[in-house]
């Protein structure tokens, strides 16, 4: 039997609705609005779900679009990182690339939230001496460098 990590989320809104899935194996958790408001082109709003989340230590939450929103209305979804120590309310930035006014409405799907492993390391600063004393094949060579 495989355990599997949990997830848990609190109401912070009596409208907010709690995450699923579309599917029983998509990667994401629906996140949905409580809140109308609507994005004029080539802008951006926050959007409120009503929920805030545990996420497990060791993981971190991030905000996805949903492939239906960006392709049918040029709806991005922009900033997001949840960490695991973050108690507030979750917000979505939707980001309007449309001509035309995109209307979020209370309940619509408006992102996923997806949950992935990550290493906590701690930064350490050398001299660049040291530093350069490490040489890999790439350097530092940058944007495109590795082909088109």
Known sequence: MEIKPSIIFTKRDPEAICPKRGTPYAAGLDLSSIEERTI???SQEMISTGLSVMIPHG?????????????KHGIETMAGVVDSDYRG???????????DPFVVHKGDRIAQLI????????PTLISSDEFDK???ERGEKGFGSTGV
């Open 89 to 99: 309310t979750l917000f979505v930035i939707l980001r309007n690339h449309s001509d």
């Open 59 to 71: 993981y971190y939450g991030r905000v996805a679009p949903r492939s239906g929103l960006s392709v």
């Open 40 to 42: 004029a082109p080539r």
């Open 134 to 136: 490490v040489p890999t």
């Open 115 to 122: 949950c992935e492993q990550c290493l906590v390391v701690e």
